[in-house]
């Protein structure tokens, strides 16, 4: 293969991989479109019919009236503040016992006994000695 007949190839592989070019007249056309769109009288959307309707522009004004008045003559009175309240004085009124439940840890058997610290004996807790556990 010579050297010219190589580069004639790529040079025809390089042409055929550049976008082609648009129309000439593509400018001219899109411009004349859009301009023919813009002098076109266009319908008005939901919100500026909306909007340009007397009776609905009312209607909206009297229902935020009306909502302002409703919330200004229902404020709750200085008495109904919010006061925080101590969970321990709720605690010492009353406990609820299914709660109580929930929150005691349940063992997995009545038998088993802890390893290390202490130990619940029928006095009381004893300490473990250094044998390990007693059961």
Same mark, same amino acid.
């Given at each position: 293969?010579?050297?010219?007949?190589?580069?004639?190839? /790529?040079?025809?592989?390089? +042409?055929?991989? +550049?976008?082609? *070019?648009?129309?000439?007249?593509?400018?001219?056309?899109?411009?004349?479109? #859009?301009?023919?769109?813009? #002098?076109?009288?266009?319908?008005?959307?939901?919100?500026?019919?909306?909007?340009?309707?007397?009776?609905?522009?009312?209607?909206? &004004? &009297?229902? /935020?009236?009306?909502? /302002?008045? @409703?919330?200004?003559?229902? /404020?709750? @009175?200085? @008495?109904?503040?919010? %006061?925080?309240?101590?969970?321990?004085?709720?605690?010492? *009124?009353?406990?609820?016992?299914?709660?109580?439940?929930?929150?005691?840890?349940? %063992?997995?058997?009545?038998?088993? *006994?802890?390893?290390?610290?202490?130990?619940? &004996?029928?006095? @009381?807790?004893? +300490?473990?000695?250094? +044998?390990?556990?007693?059961?």
């Amino acid at each position: 293969m010579k050297p010219d007949e190589r580069d004639t190839v /790529v040079e025809r592989l390089m +042409e055929s991989l +550049e976008p082609p *070019q648009p129309p000439p007249d593509l400018r001219s056309r899109t411009l004349a479109a #859009a301009r023919a769109r813009m #002098a076109a009288e266009s319908t008005p959307d939901v919100w500026s019919r909306i909007w340009n309707h007397r009776g609905l522009r009312l209607a909206w &004004a &009297a229902a /935020v009236v009306l909502l /302002v008045a @409703g919330h200004a003559l229902f /404020v709750p @009175g200085t @008495g109904n503040e919010f %006061r925080p309240i101590s969970p321990a004085l709720i605690a010492e *009124q009353r406990v609820d016992e299914y709660l109580v439940e929930m929150l005691r840890p349940t %063992r997995i058997s009545d038998n088993v *006994q802890p390893i290390v610290g202490f130990f619940a &004996a029928s006095n @009381g807790l004893a +300490e473990i000695d250094a +044998e390990g556990n007693p059961s």
